[in-house]
């Protein structure tokens, strides 16, 4: 009787076994397929690929940033966001999570969400394992910072653009702070003066 349970024990184990040996060749297949379709941009098959690998392994932390990388391309935002927070939360190597904590900030960038995309680089740059890229880390916040600027200046609104200006002076640096500070004032002055407002545009073009 004994002899008999240890065989169905036994039994069960190599079944268990030859289980996940199938699942993770399954898993790297597909893998394998999505990035196929990823190089010929057929980004709506590759994230079918991506998915069906998903459901065999959820916590898979490079697979979390191909799907990431993939929504990107498809436009959907809102899922490439959770992807790329779910890869960050795993074992990713700090090479790989460099670049996905760029991704996640550069789509925060995109949607015009300063505060999701401050927060980001900040904790960014407390991140231990990114020790070795704070250089990179510190020069990509500066071009984002950039955008947000050169965008509120665009969309007119100068008091935004002088504001977030001002309040990360040191971000940018003397000498990029004043080419942005000078960027600002004369796309104002421009304006005042296609409004026909040209005292306003005296008076700053004094204090300029």
């Known amino acids: ?19 996940s040996k199938v699942e993770g060749n399954n898993l790297a297949a597909l893998i394998k397929s999505g990035d196929a379709y990823m190089a010929k941009r057929n980004f709506a098959q590759a994230a079918i690929e991506y ?17 990431g990388k993939v929504y990107v391309q498809l436009k959907e935002l809102g899922a490439a966001k959770v992807y790329f927070q779910s890869a960050l939360k795993t074992n990713l190597n700090p090479a790989s999570k460099v670049i996905c904590y760029q991704d996640l900030i550069s789509i925060y960038t995109r949607v015009f969400d300063f505060v999701n995309m401050e927060a980001t680089v900040n904790f960014a740059l407390k991140d231990p394992s990114m020790a070795k890229f704070q250089k990179r880390l510190i020069m990509f916040r500066v071009s984002q910072y950039k955008t947000f600027v050169s965008a509120f200046t665009a969309q007119k609104k100068y008091a935004q653009a002088t504001k977030l200006l001002e309040a990360n002076k040191d971000v940018f640096g003397p000498t990029q702070y004043q080419q942005f500070l000078s960027r600002i004032n004369i796309a104002q002055v421009q304006n005042f003066i296609r409004e026909r407002k040209y005292q306003e545009a005296e008076k700053l073009l004094h204090r300029i």
Not at 1 to 19: A, D, R
Not at 51 to 65: E, H, R, T
């Open 51 to 67: 998915q069906k690998a998903y459901k065999l392994d959820s916590k898979n932390g490079n697979l979390l940033y191909k799907l």
């Open 1 to 19: 009787m004994k002899n008999h349970i240890f065989k169905i024990f036994v039994l069960g184990i190599t079944l268990l076994l030859l289980s």
